[in-house]
Every structure is written in structure tokens, then in C-alpha cells.
């Protein structure tokens, strides 16, 4: 019937509101919509510093980790002020 697993996944795959094909293995995990039309905010981190070698992630919005990576900076750091 189906040639390919390629074939057989484009025919039974979904089709978002922008007529896009939404991949089969986004719908196996529950989606119904393409990420272009996700209304989902991206997921951001910041690192969080314990030791020279023991650091970690904090998981966040993108714009809450934006923020602390700005706050964070070094000012002037690798410029030649004066």
C-alpha cells in the first residue's frame, strides 16, 4: 500500500489552520498546531553558578531569561573604555 515509512507518514499526518503538515511525531506527542502557529512561549535558562564545575540550568521564559542575562553582563567587558 504505502512505498516508504516517508509515504506512509505523509498521508497520515495533519494539517494546521496554515495548511501546513504537522509533523507525525509532534501529533504523537499532542499537538494540533505547527510551531510557526504555536502560541507557546520558547522556553529560556539561565545558568546558575555553584562551583568552577558544578554548575546548572534554571529553566524560564525566554524574556525572563533575556532579562537576567542582561543584568548579568559584564560592563565593558572585552572593549577598551576611556
Not at 494539517?15 to 511525531?25: F, L, T, V
Not at 502560541?39 to 529553566?59: D, F, R, V, W
Amino acid at each position: 500500500m504505502y512505498r516508504n515509512e516517508q509515504e506512509y507518514e505523509f498521508h497520515n499526518s495533519q494539517a494546521c489552520k496554515c495548511d501546513e503538515i504537522i509533523p507525525i511525531q509532534r501529533v504523537k506527542l499532542g499537538f494540533n498546531t505547527c510551531v510557526d502557529c504555536s502560541t507557546t512561549e520558547a522556553y529560556g535558562c539561565a545558568p546558575l553558578i555553584n562551583h568552577k564545575t558544578g554548575n546548572s540550568i534554571q529553566i524560564m521564559s525566554s524574556s525572563d531569561a533575556r532579562r537576567i542575562a542582561k543584568m548579568t553582563q559584564r560592563r565593558g567587558y572585552g572593549t577598551m573604555l576611556g
